[in-house]
């Protein structure tokens, strides 16, 4: 009776979901001035990030070298990104727990992730923070994001892939996305979620019906993977690949959506298990490469059902604490160049606005028709051989 009437204190004032489950934290008139607080910070510094620095680093500096465009692009945008971190870890207050195999920080590695909610590649954000690696993480995403003002401009910035979840469509401008991957000088992370799409029950229920017919696995806890895309990575950057990693993400409680995070009301701790998995233990072969995934994500699914049962994944392990005092400082650099670049836009030379309008034009023709400027002398090389051939 004590425990019953604890438990229903514990209850009271938190915020009922249409899934019918409890949020970790109440919705209070608080948290939704706070987090639309939050949305417009992001939002108007996004902005001023994208339109003033993405000219100079995508544009100007590519012209003469795709590392350095790379490098500073990782610098500028990465110290935006981490203002993610940041909201997650220290004003939401959620727990991030790590377990299995340490990532070193200087590999260049691809991560196989389940994708159990909108916000999975979000949360990849804070290991990839604590490696230095967090401006040079790239993900395969749903075409349809790309189309998101503002946030489209800065995924096309950071090359991100995008899919259309049909082969023929994505087969060719996956690979020559792939293809500019390959230099073992630039750092990569590369997140795919083989999956295609987040986990709901509708879905697992297609999913168990197609594995039932075509005598595949019966998971449970994540959709049968789509292989193509997996092996098309793996075929075009084995070479430079120093790993792989299996990345297995679980949320206690309740799987959060953006305005949960937004908002500090979910999820209250977030576990990431990593598993290291060496490049010859994937087979070069299509057909065995698909295999392999399959039972990657049985693998998976044995790991979140006792995940689901117990709370907590297998071998914990200690991950260095995000720095308040780096956060805020972070925070406050952001804020600084967003309040110099309003007033630049706003109350200075008319110049600047001229600027600020063709670097929006700019932003949005090169992610409409995927544009990316090659460097000089690389053009010059192409054309001269092009003329020698002939």
Not at 82 to 99: D, R, S
Not at 305 to 331: T, V
Request: glycine letters at 4%.
């Amino acid at each position: 009776m004590t425990s019953q009437k604890s438990e229903e204190q514990m209850n009271v004032g938190r915020h009922l979901h249409s899934d019918g489950r409890l949020s970790h934290r109440p919705l209070t008139l608080a948290r939704i001035l706070r987090g639309l607080l939050c949305l417009i910070v992001f939002l108007s510094t996004a902005f001023m990030s994208t339109v003033y620095c993405a000219p100079v680093t995508t544009v100007m500096l590519r012209f003469f070298s795709i590392h350095y465009s790379r490098k500073a692009t990782c610098f500028l945008f990465g110290t935006w990104l981490a203002l993610w971190p940041f909201l997650f870890e220290k004003i939401n207050k959620t727990e991030v727990v790590f377990y299995g195999e340490t990532v070193p920080e200087r590999e260049r590695v691809v991560l196989v992730a389940n994708h159990r909610t909108e916000v999975d590649w979000m949360y990849l954000w804070d290991l990839a923070l604590r490696k230095g690696r967090l401006g040079y993480i790239k993900y395969m995403l749903k075409g349809s994001l790309m189309k998101l003002p503002i946030f489209g401009w800065a995924f096309h910035i950071l090359e991100f892939i995008s899919v259309e979840r049909r082969w023929e469509v994505d087969e060719p401008h996956m690979c020559q996305m792939l293809s500019t991957f390959m230099d073992p000088q630039d750092p990569l992370w590369l997140a795919v979620f083989p999956e295609g799409t987040d986990f709901t029950d509708e879905k697992c229920v297609r999913s168990k019906k197609f594995a039932a017919e075509n005598g595949l696995p019966i998971l449970h806890y994540v959709l049968l993977p789509k292989t193509k895309g997996f092996y098309a990575c793996m075929e075009s950057l084995r070479s430079s690949l120093d790993a792989v990693y299996d990345v297995t993400i679980g949320y206690k409680h309740r799987c959060p959506h953006f305005m949960d995070n937004v908002f500090g009301v979910d999820p209250s701790e977030v576990h990431i298990h990593i598993r290291r998995i060496l490049l010859n233990a994937i087979p070069t072969s299509e057909i065995e490469s698909a295999a392999w995934l399959m039972e990657t994500f049985r693998l998976k699914d044995k790991l979140l059902s006792d995940f689901a049962d117990q709370g907590y994944f297998p071998h914990r392990r200690a991950e260095g604490e995000l720095s308040m005092l780096k956060g805020l400082l972070n925070f406050s650099a952001v804020i600084a160049f967003t309040s110099i670049c309003t007033f630049l836009t706003f109350f200075s030379s008319v110049w600047f606005k001229i600027y600020v309008a063709l670097s929006c034009v700019y932003l949005t023709s090169a992610t409409y028709f995927n544009i990316r400027p090659s460097p000089v002398l690389t053009s010059v090389k192409a054309l001269f051989c092009g003329k020698k051939s002939s």
